[in-house]
């Protein structure tokens, strides 16, 4: 079977959160649990929007990939770096590199899609106009990309 390969541009993250992993998020194995993962880059997510004045009720996941490179275990406290990339007219992609800071080491990477949504009408829905000037970090990254929307 072929292996997820994620790839990332040079420095995309404008964005950290610390999270420690708790006991109850590892497995049998004594190890950071997948479905743990994927809670804790939910809430590195939530903060990052949240910081910057996004609501994650404007939003809504249409996918995740993550590609795990090194185990955590109970008690590790986890960098999450977040950025975005291939933004598109109805929203893009958020990315993740998680590493332990104490040894340096890259836990995973993830990228977690999304779309804006408006759930009364249960429909996508064009990125506000706003959406990008929010991030100045990545505004002349995505520049000419925003012109085309």
Known sequence: MARLHLDFPQNPFFYATALTVRV????????LANDSMISMISEARARMLFEYGVSIDDIIVTDLATVYRAEARARDQLRFEVG??????YGG???FRITRPADGTLIALAKSGFVFFDYPSRKVIAMPADF???FPEVNVLFATMHSRL
Not at 84 to 89: H, P, S, T, V
Request: glycine residues 0%; aromatic residues 0%.
């Open 24 to 31: 109850t998020d590892v497995n049998a194995a004594h190890h």
């Open 93 to 95: 992609d958020i990315i």
């Open 84 to 89: 975005l990339m291939d933004l598109n007219k």
């Open 132 to 134: 990008i000037s929010r």
